[in-house]
């Protein structure tokens, strides 16, 4: 998209990480591993051809003179760090201007960018994206996924009433479906096996 700032949100184990790292892999771009450091001077990135310990890891593409960057678990970021890559992002007139910006994290960083964003400039070219939690029937669709990619072939060993437990009790969220679901199965397993 166009806009400066692109905001992903959702609850931790929704699947932000997982959506960033699948784009990386699959895009025809060429994108590299630096860190953002804002220090005291103003000077913004390290390269990833310096490692440097300190700063927080990003993605950059480097199209022109004014890189596109993506961070993931960008709630974690220090308010230095995320402040730097907002006024980078949003201000006219930004010493070393970021393209475009793509925050991966949860939703109390929206308050933050939101925040901080106000403070810097008038201009809003923000766009949120939140990513909801699965319905039961995505549940089970994404359980049978799952199950496939696993190598297993045989009748899905979720039923309806497993499925609606594991749903409910994970809120939809795909981290802790996984959970659930391989709890689920041990404990299936183990009663089995108990009654043998």
């Known amino acids: 998209g166009g806009d400066l700032l692109v905001l992903i949100i959702g609850e931790a184990g929704c699947g932000k990480t997982t959506m960033l790292n699948r ?3 699959s895009s025809k771009s060429e994108w590299t591993s630096a860190r953002i450091h804002a220090d005291p001077k103003g000077v913004g990135t390290g ?3 310096q490692p440097s310990p300190k700063g927080y890891p990003v993605y950059v593409l ?3 003179a004014h890189p596109i960057v993506m961070v993931d ?6 308010k230095k760090e995320l402040e730097f890559l907002i006024q980078e992002a949003l201000v006219p007139g930004s010493q070393h201007k970021i393209k475009q910006l793509v925050l991966f994290g949860e939703s109390d960083l929206h308050t933050a960018v939101t925040s901080l964003a106000a403070s810097l400039s008038t201009q809003r070219a923000i766009d949120k994206i939140y990513l909801p939690g ?4 995505q549940t089970a669709d994404f359980l049978r996924h799952r199950l496939k990619i696993a190598g297993y072939r045989g009748d899905s060993p979720f039923g309806a009433d497993a499925i609606k437990a594991i749903h409910q ?3 939809g969220v795909p981290g802790p479906i996984i959970d659930r679901a391989r709890q689920w199965l041990i ?4 009663n089995q096996q108990e009654g043998q």
Do not use: F, I, M, V
């Open 23 to 25: 784009y990386l892999a």
């Open 47 to 49: 390269s990833s051809e």
């Open 134 to 137: 699965l319905t039961e029937r």
């Open 187 to 190: 404990d299936q397993y183990s």
């Open 62 to 64: 480097q199209r022109s």
């Open 169 to 171: 009790k994970a809120g």
């Open 73 to 78: 678990d960008a709630h974690q970021l220090p």
